[in-house]
């Protein structure tokens, strides 16, 4: 194969996700480094704009600043720390942007109480190729 001949090759990823969703802008947070990369990384090569924070409280601080530049918010909670949920709440009390939360756990409390607080989606980790492609579609 040439060189040129590159450009007339389809991505296999993009055509799957919904033209209106190509370029959704996702605030990916984990603090599992190789998770977020890995999300990150299938996000992206289904044309998703993705900015990558490992530590929730950075995440809600860079969110405050930029609130208008994230169409979805996914942040990796944990089962022990209940400050997670309340940075979701502060999230929510802000402005109405769609969150998943995401977790190794999945306790019915957790789910409930993520719910309740506003997020629109709790997965269970690791969350699969299928899940990150319909992002758009889970969220609106």
């Known amino acids: 194969m040439f060189l040129g001949e590159m450009d007339d090759i389809e991505d296999p990823l993009a055509p799957k996700v919904p033209r209106c969703a190509l370029g959704m802008r996702i605030l990916l947070v984990d603090r599992d480094t190789t998770s977020l990369m890995f999300m990150a990384s299938i996000l992206e090569a289904y044309s998703y704009k993705v900015t990558t924070i490992e530590i929730l409280s950075i995440a809600m601080a860079i969110y405050d600043e930029r609130k208008d530049e994230f169409d979805v918010i996914m942040a990796n909670v944990h089962v022990n720390n209940k400050t997670d949920l309340e940075l979701v709440r502060e ?24 719910k309740l607080e506003g997020a629109c989606l709790f997965w ?4 699969s190729n299928i899940q990150l492609r319909a992002v758009s579609q889970q969220v609106y």
């Open 91 to 114: 999230i929510i009390k802000k402005q109405k942007t769609p969150i998943i939360l995401m977790s190794t756990a999945s306790p019915e409390a957790l789910k409930i109480e993520g």
């Open 124 to 127: 269970k980790k690791p969350i």
